[in-house]
């Protein structure tokens, strides 16, 4: 018994450690974004007692705590804190107040008071309380830190936690680790491993540095790496799926590319082409060999599915295609499909589980969506003013914002929808209840028979707006009449559609619009862009050019997908990483008009 307890207690004390580390970045606030952090050197954890991180202890108030992460569970924030006015405050342990302060932050954040739920977390540094508490604190804080956008600092918390997580939770922080790292530039990372003192976080930082340099033999260098990092928790199993990519693959022997090189798709095909082939060269430069390619014109077949079949016949064993949705539908319904696809669009319907995989890779908006949600929610917005174009897209674009929104916890208070330019204004006035101010003005005026003065007042309950024009015409009419309509003072964000890909002076009535864009439009890859438009093709289709490119990327690696929610790829058009269906699903950067200029915040 006495041997138990001391090992609890060099456990709480070594995550006091942690905590003191954490403390010096993770108070005051929302952090820096990408901010380099060094921290004090940790003492090598204990191993934790069978579930001591996560079972919480014993109290008489288990109820009142279940009750109000039930609510908490919904997002109700508002019962959960009626919930914990039950508890008593003269009879708690040291465990149940510091489960209360754990449980009051998450109220805090819930509601939008992010500096109010990172200081309750740290007032926890100075508790001596349970492992599980402890680790639920600091889950809780790196769920936030995430959400803020500070990746440097929730992939170094991330790394603190694996080390003292329950086993079957250690899978997913090592991803979380690596994924954060993935959200870094290189200059953080390069600026971080400068500083940071731990040796196994500066280890990580090192991997992160290593799989970013394309300029020679990756297995070489991670063999290096290995040798130099021995006990690595990185060590055994690379992640993002990097160790197969060293397995010898049949796959990439004989590439098809199924594309629209003639008829009216055929800009389009030619743009995915040109991104194709040029990293198919920038790649082949390294020295390491790549697949030999063939293109097939789909529209020179009856189908996606017979310019597939004349692929098979002549020894492909790999496709990469087709582009339209139609294509694809015929293609991803046959049940016979001998050699794996890596199709360039997504569709909604469920394919049959037959045959080789067929992944999908495309430029869909949905992903777009997801991205401004994460980013406008941490930030700290709840309650949203959602505009949309009438139609097939502007509807499929609200549900996916509902449906994304309301699970991180937001609210959608009003939703305007508009048909045309002699719309756009009144859409604004109805989502902002300018409309029903200025009836309400209208009654007073009645009562009292005679002109009143009066400035239209603007519903409160707003704290951002989703502007998810169809292209930048709709988005330049529409940014100005927020500001014009007295909402001026809040965050507005779009999705990549309302820019270009080239500078535009009109594009200074966007100043000030926060979009979620693709990494290649904000520097990812300057030197295989630029190769493109030297060849002489045009910058028209640049985001095709992009998907062009991350097609190369994939399919060279496709192996890699074997990981599943492991495997990731950093990618031109966002952050890849595919789900149990097999999409690919992509995770956008954050941008502002400044001016007329598109650049990173």
């Avoid at 139609?326 to 499909?337: F, I, Q």
């Amino acid at each position: 018994m006495r041997e138990s307890n001391s090992r609890s207690n060099n456990l709480t004390r070594a995550m006091l450690i942690m905590w003191t580390s954490l403390f010096l970045w993770g108070c005051a606030g929302a952090p820096e974004k990408d901010t380099p952090v060094a921290t004090a050197p940790l003492e090598q954890l204990p191993e934790p007692e069978p579930d001591t991180a996560s079972t919480l202890p014993k109290s008489q108030h288990t109820d009142i705590f279940n009750q109000a992460e039930a609510s908490l569970a919904t997002h109700d924030w508002q019962q959960a804190d009626v919930t914990l006015q039950a508890l008593p405050q003269s009879a708690m342990t040291t465990n149940d107040k510091a489960y209360l302060t754990y449980l009051e932050a998450r109220i805090a954040y819930t509601h939008g008071d992010q500096a109010q739920a990172i200081a309750l977390l740290d007032n926890l540094l100075f508790m001596d309380i349970h492992p599980a508490l402890q680790y639920r604190a600091l889950s809780f804080k790196h769920y936030i830190l995430e959400m803020q956008g500070d990746s440097l600092a929730s992939a170094q918390l991330a790394d603190q936690i694996m080390r003292f997580a329950p086993q079957d939770t250690v899978a997913a922080w090592q991803r979380n680790v690596w994924l954060n790292l993935a959200r870094a530039d290189k200059d953080t990372l390069l600026n971080a491993r400068a500083v940071v003192v731990d040796p196994r976080f500066k280890g990580w930082l090192e991997l992160a540095l290593v799989s970013r340099d394309n300029t020679y033999d990756p297995s070489a260098a991670l063999t290096q790496w290995r040798n130099s990092h021995p006990g690595h928790p990185a060590g055994n199993t690379l992640p993002g799926g990097m160790g197969y990519s060293f397995q010898p693959s049949s796959q990439r022997d004989k590439v098809a590319l199924l594309l629209p090189i003639s008829g009216p798709l055929a800009p389009a095909g030619k743009a995915v082409l040109n991104g194709f082939m040029a990293g198919y060269y920038a790649h082949g430069a390294t020295g390491r060999g790549s697949a030999d390619l063939e293109v097939f014109d789909t529209a020179a077949y009856a189908s996606a599915s017979a310019a597939y079949d004349a692929a098979v016949s002549q020894g492909t064993t790999m496709i990469v295609g087709p582009l339209s949705k139609e294509s694809l539908v015929d293609l991803g319904t046959r049940l016979e499909r001998p050699v794996p696809v890596l199709a360039l669009n997504r569709i909604d319907q469920v394919l049959p589980a037959a045959g080789s995989a067929l992944v999908q890779l495309s430029l869909s908006p949905e992903d777009e969506v997801v991205s401004a949600a994460n980013i406008a929610y941490g930030k700290g917005a709840r309650n949203a003013l959602l505009i949309t174009p009438a139609g097939d897209w502007g509807d499929k674009m609200s549900i996916a914002l509902r449906e994304h929104w309301t699970a991180l916890g937001g609210n959608i208070s009003s939703h305007a929808t508009y048909n045309g330019y002699d719309d756009y204004s009144n859409s604004v006035k109805t989502a902002l209840s300018l409309d029903a101010s200025e009836q309400r003005a209208a009654g007073i005026r009645s009562i009292f028979g005679s002109d009143t003065e009066f400035t239209p007042r603007r519903r409160q309950d707003a704290d951002v707006v989703f502007l998810f024009s169809q292209n930048d015409s709709e988005a330049r009419s529409i940014k100005p009449l927020l500001a014009f309509h007295y909402a001026g003072d809040l965050p507005v964000f779009a999705l990549s559609n309302v820019y270009s890909g080239t500078p535009d002076e009109r594009n200074r009535d966007l100043n000030g619009l926060y979009l979620v864009e693709m990494p290649w439009l904000l520097g990812s890859n300057p030197g295989l862009r630029a190769a493109i438009t030297d060849g002489g093709v045009g910058d028209h289709y640049t985001r095709l050019h992009a998907l062009g490119a991350d097609a190369f990327l994939v399919q060279n690696d496709f192996q890699r997908l074997q990981a599943g929610a492991d495997a990731l790829f950093r990618g031109d058009t966002g952050l890849l990483r595919m789900g149990p269906d097999l999409i690919i699903r992509r995770e956008m950067s954050l941008a502002i008009f400044d001016g007329s200029e598109l650049q990173r915040p």
